[in-house]
């Protein structure tokens, strides 16, 4: 019986955990930012490192009939992809607030925390910063936070 020392097991468990580990680019971390703001829930595939996405199927107004047959490409290989969720709202309100804090103008600072504690915060910071000069800084924010998040997702797995 060939005894393996901890050190060579160790380094092997973790060459083994690097091998099943995702290869995602920065452009790849950046597409599933995307979607994922736009409300899709998206799959990495390990093998062939393809991208696959499909709206919430959770949500009120969602066809299935469009997304049948990537649906059914990701559950018939389920082990080979890995989910990326995106922001739930609590985590949503909270980019949200953060960007508020992160603006030099406090006034306009003062105004977005304001309407943030109105009933329909997302709606009043949406009409607030849609009016504002502050939304393409907005944008580049929440595009930030996002990939941030699914990197966030990619160390949990």
């Known amino acids: 019986m060939q005894i393996i020392p901890a050190q060579s097991l160790a380094r092997t468990t973790v060459v083994q955990k690097l ?7 920065d452009k790849d971390i950046a597409e599933i930012a995307e979607l994922l ?8 595939h390990r093998p062939t490192g393809e991208i696959e996405s499909h709206p919430d199927p ?8 469009p997304w049948e047959d990537i649906m059914a490409k ?14 739930n ?4 309100f909270q980019v949200m607030e953060n960007f508020a804090y992160a ?3 406090l006034n306009f600072r003062y105004k977005i925390l ?5 009933r329909k915060p997302f709606q009043n910071f949406k009409i607030l910063i849609d009016s504002s000069n502050h939304r393409q800084n907005w944008f580049e924010f929440k595009k930030n936070a996002y990939i941030d ?3 966030q997702q990619i160390e949990t797995k």
């Open 19 to 25: 091998k099943n580990q995702m290869k995602l680019t």
């Open 37 to 44: 703001d736009c409300g899709f829930i998206c799959f990495y």
């Open 58 to 65: 959770n949500d009120i107004y969602f066809d299935p009939e």
């Open 74 to 87: 990701i559950e018939n290989d389920w082990e080979n992809y890995d989910r990326f969720e995106k922001m």
């Open 89 to 92: 709202s609590n985590e949503g």
């Open 103 to 105: 603006i030099n103008d």
């Open 114 to 118: 304001e309407r943030l504690t109105r």
């Open 149 to 151: 998040f699914v990197k």
